[in-house]
């Protein structure tokens, strides 16, 4: 399910074709706060001289970040290489700011800090998302901007319980209560193409790739390594540090960063992974014991002394 930011009356969402700059003006010399990579979704409003105001919305890590009480913003971006603005906590990125951006801060999580700034973005860069959802094209002006929709076409609620097809006339899936909350994505005669917001448990969810394994425990993978090993599992691990492997390690190159967890949970074993240098730097801003849901490939089934699996970190997100 794609992450997309509150939209407010007379804003729009707009999803950035090609990676763009967000300024602090509309204008070319405008002061540089941020790029936004391409795919990105934003909220706009104000359209001036094929520039569109822009809202960035989204997490940031706090130890990159200081308070601060400039031009009526209280943090500043205080990383001299800029730093990652996501959706959630480790979540998809947003945006990467610049060393220096004045923010202002919203909420905290855990070592994170949930953070605003309106800025502006070249309206050639960007399409509207409730343009593409209502006639499956971006619609721009002779000028670059993009042209206004109503903002509330693509918001619905369901009138009754309703069931949820995979595709017009296709095989049902599931079904919606009265009142739920969708999102117009695109129209078809009499059907609509939506996307509902909500929470499941993760459990009752498995990887929309068919080859990764879930379920299985690391006894499975202990007892018959050959079988596992280049297989991807997805697991819920326990952070508890970044190690650098020595050669007790014969499983890992010496040198190489391995991060020790416990699990899967709730099996109490440890499980090594590892992970390359930009991951290490990703893992190591998470507080020990955090719980995290790893896709990995199984490196090594039972290691040479301790036996614990070896997985090589696919990707991770922290629960």
Known sequence: MSWLPAVTHGQSSYRVRNEENFRKDPSQDGVLLASVPEGAVVVGGEVRDGWIEVTLDGWIWAQSIEPTNREGHNRVVNAPRGENLRAAPNGELVARLANGCLLDAVDTRAGWVRVRRTGWMRGQSLEQIDAIASTGTGVTSSGGSVRSEPATLDRATVTQEVPVYRSVEGAEIGTLGPDAPVRILARSGEWVRIQADGWVRET?????????????????????????????????????S????????????????????RGPLPEAGFVYVVVTDAQVAEVERLPPLTELVVIGRVRVGRSRFLGNPILELIEMAPR
């Not at 068919?210 to 006894?219: K, N």
């Not at 050959?226 to 326990?238: A, C, D, P, S, Y």
């Open 242 to 261: 970044v190690q650098e492997a020595d050669e007790l390690r014969h499983d890992i190159p010496v040198g190489r960063r391995y991060l020790l967890t």
């Open 204 to 240: 009752d969810l498995k990887p929309a790739s068919s080859d990764i394994l879930v379920g299985v425990s690391a006894a499975e993978v202990r007892s018959r390594p050959r079988e596992f090993e280049g297989k991807r599992v997805q697991w819920i691990l326990q952070y508890i």
